[in-house]
């Protein structure tokens, strides 16, 4: 319990990193939260190479119940007039953009004869993340794909956070 504890002081740790890094270059902290979402994004892969945080059991349902609470409170916020004249255009691009990269990786895999059980698990890791592997994979009764689904979903969420920071800073360029 004690480690458990820890590893969530870990990762607020690199909450507090990201916070520092806002308010010395931003001057203030809660209006970009670039560098927090950074740090985390950074942070959380690169504890993960540390064998005894790892290796900390207990983390995976710590972690599923912080997502579900920050679910549950951003859902609570949702403003229904907003969302249905300002946020439903930007969903339905969302879902085209979405739909498209799952096709065109479906049509990479049976290009390249990746067997269809590697084929979900990485679609699996591309829309949904790390949580959800586990499930995918005991469903496949692939269990050694977890880790590299693991992987390949905590590789993709950091390379898209600072990926995605680069979209964005070249979109306010132009």
């Known amino acids: 319990m004690l480690k458990l504890i820890g ?26 939260l670039l560098y927090i979402l950074i740090s985390v994004s950074v942070g959380g892969v690169a504890l993960s190479f540390i064998t005894p945080v790892r290796e900390i059991k207990g983390q995976y349902p710590l972690g599923m119940y912080l997502i ?16 249905l004249t300002d946020i439903l255009p930007t969903l339905a691009f969302f879902a085209v ?7 065109i990786h479906l049509l990479l895999c049976k290009i390249f004869r990746i067997d269809g059980d590697t084929a979900l698990i990485t679609s699996t890791a591309g829309v949904y993340g790390p949580p959800f592997i586990a499930p995918a994979a005991k469903a496949c009764r692939r269990p050694d794909l977890i880790a590299p ?26």
């Open 68 to 83: 579900l609470f920050f679910s549950i409170a951003l859902a609570m916020s949702i403003d229904w007039t907003v969302f």
């Open 97 to 103: 953009a979405q739909i498209s990269v799952v096709l």
């Open 7 to 32: 590893a969530f002081f870990l990762a607020v740790a690199c909450l507090g990193v990201g916070a520092l890094l806002e308010f010395l270059i931003e001057g203030t902290v809660g209006e970009n």
């Open 149 to 174: 689904g693991i992987i390949c979903a905590s590789l993709g969420l950091a390379i898209g956070t600072v990926l995605g920071y680069g979209v964005g800073m070249l979109f306010m360029l132009v």
